[in-house]
Structures are given as C-alpha cells and as structure tokens.
C-alpha cells in the first residue's frame, strides 16, 4: 500500500498538466474537421471549456474537500444536480446569445431549426454526461489526494511512534540493567581485579552503542550483534554455577544494516524469566544466515506459566513485535512458543534482507 501511495504522489501533479491538455485538445479538436467553423462557434468552444475547467477546479478544491471529506454526501449530491441543471442552462444560453446553431446552419447548409413539438435534446444530454465525467474524474483525483495525504501522515505518526519506543527502550536498559552492573563489578574489585577492569570496558562499549550508535535508524548487524554478545557477558557475571548459557553464532555473516537494539528485548526477556537462583536453568542462543535472511533463536527454561508476552525494559515484547510490524513488513516472521509440557519457552526471530 505504501509503494502504491508513493506512485500516486509523485504522479499527482501532472494531474493538473494532463487535464490542462485534455481541455485544449477538446477545444481546438475541430480544427481537425474538413471545414471552417464560424467565430461563434470558437468563441462557445473557449468559452464551454472554461467552463469545465471552473467545474474541474471548483469540484476538486471546494466541493469534494468540504464536503465529501467532512462526510456532507447529502449536500455535495444536492449541488451536484443543481450544477447539471446550471450547464445545462449555461450551455443553452450561450447558443442563443452568440447565435451557434444559426451560424452553423450557414456553414452545414442544412435547417439546425427543431420543429418545437419534436425538439432534439441531445445536446443536452451530451453536456450532463460531460459534467458526470467531470465530477467523476475531478472526485476521484481529490479522494485519492487526501488518502494519500492520510497515508503520509499516519506514515509520519508511525515512524515518531517508533522513535519514541527506541528512545524509551534505551532509557528504560540504563537504571536496572546498568545498576546491577556496576554492583557486579565493584564486588569483583576485591575479587578479580582483571576481571572487573574487563567488565567495565565491556560496558563502556555497550554505553557508547546505546548513546551514539542508536541515534540513526540503522546500525549494521555487525554492531548489533556485539551489542548483544557484551550484554551476554555482563549478566554471565552475576549468574551462579546452575545456569547455563549457550551462544551459538554462525561466522562471516553478511553484515546488513539492521533497526538498532531490535535483538535486546528478547534477550532480556529470556535471562529475566529463564533465570532461576534455586533450580538449574539455561538460555540458549543461535544466530544464523539463511540465504538473504538472518534468523535468530532463544530458549531459556521457565519455572511459572506464562499465558502471554511478559513485559521486559518498559516496551515488552508485544510492542516490539509491533515496532517489527512497522519496520519490516512482510519481511520477517516472529514464532513465540511457551510449552508448558517442557517448560521451555522459544523466540525465532527470522528477518529477510532481500
């Protein structure tokens, strides 16, 4: 839908130069005849014409967008007869006043006069089909320009949507995740000193990512992936001797440009809720290239029964599948599986990049 919207928009203003040489086509298309047509002829033809373009124009700029739009069909369908019965006067009248039929009567040789009892009323019926095109045409151009103005905007509006959420997911990592952190470290200055001086490098990384790295709306996978792998080593500080954590990632991948802090939602997810102080549990991570596409998969254990997405980092899970909705439409699948049987919970995230 957006791809067509964008044809439209650019196309929509050479609307206005096609209808500018329909109507000259139309007016000087006579000069096509093999005869000479009468000044009161060409002066109703200009003149007729200008009157289809002040119906074009009046239609498009007035009567669809203030009345069509603000759901006033009642009335826009009331003006739209009274204006066929108006050109048809205005076309009626301006025979009369410039005298056409006489004039072509001279030119034609032949009796334009109608008996009154069996008038012809063709050229009547010629001018309301011509106005009924003129509406059609001028209404559906109007139509198509305020769904794609709509479009846009609810485009425009998606988009800060998005830019919020990343803004709110990079505030809401810093205080836990990054409090913890440092508590980890500081206990490991007595400890392990190499260690710790270790740590905080790795989560100077991971600070300089959040802060400067996201600020576009790309980052390449390469970085994301690091990203990831620094936070892996961070909570790996403060798990005990029952937890296993697995991370598989498949060498020389292709490094496409991926949306920034896409992977962490789910990572987080799967060391808040696979994570057990007392019972022996696991994450379990695979990174892999399929072709144009890059599938990730996560597995942790679960100890409680979880009948939807849990919440994680302020914008959960349910929002992020939304802000890949937006991001990659019709180019990813999200498989969320909760077994309740093996108490394992799964993410396969599958992105293309074709």
Do not use: C
């Amino acid at each position: 839908m957006t791809t067509a919207f964008s044809g439209i928009s650019k196309k929509l203003p050479s609307v206005h130069y096609f209808i500018i040489a329909a109507l000259l086509v139309l007016t000087f298309f006579p000069l096509t005849w093999p005869i000479r047509l009468p000044a009161e002829f060409w002066i109703k033809q200009v003149l007729i014409n200008l009157m289809w373009a002040g119906l074009f124009y009046a239609n498009f700029f007035v009567f669809t967008p203030k009345l069509l739009y603000k759901h006033r069909s009642g009335t826009f369908v009331i003006l739209v007869i009274a204006t066929l019965f108006a050109v048809v006067f205005l076309n009626d009248w301006l025979d009369r006043s410039l005298g056409v039929p006489e004039a072509m009567e001279k030119i034609f040789k032949n009796r334009m006069h109608k008996d009154p009892e069996n008038e012809d009323h063709s050229a009547s019926y010629i001018t309301i089909i011509m106005a009924m095109v003129i509406y059609g045409v001028s209404t559906i151009i109007a139509m198509t320009k305020k769904l794609q103005h709509d479009q846009l905007a609810f485009q425009a509006t998606e988009k800060d949507k998005i830019n919020s959420e990343l803004s709110l997911l990079k505030s809401q990592i810093n205080p836990h995740f990054f409090f913890n952190t440092l508590h980890t470290i500081y206990a490991l200055t007595d400890r392990n000193t190499n260690a710790a001086k270790d740590a905080i490098y790795t989560l100077s990384h991971m600070m300089r990512y959040v802060i400067y790295d996201t600020k576009t709306d790309l980052t390449t996978l390469e970085n994301e992936l690091k990203f990831v792998e620094d936070y892996i080593k961070l909570m790996k500080l403060r798990l005990s001797g029952d937890v296993q954590v697995i991370i598989e990632k498949q060498a020389n991948m292709k490094n496409y440009e991926v949306a920034p802090m896409l992977l962490l939602p789910f990572i987080e997810n799967a060391f808040k809720h696979g994570i057990s102080g007392v019972h022996p549990s696991y994450v379990y991570i695979d990174i892999r290239q399929l072709q144009d596409a890059v599938k990730v998969e996560i597995k942790n254990s679960t100890f409680e029964a979880r009948e939807h997405l849990e919440e994680s980092n302020g914008i959960g899970l349910a929002n992020t599948k939304r802000r890949l909705d937006l991001l990659y439409p019709g180019k990813h699948t999200l498989l969320v599986d909760n077994n309740t049987t093996t108490r394992e919970f799964t993410v396969a995230l599958t992105i293309n990049f074709n």
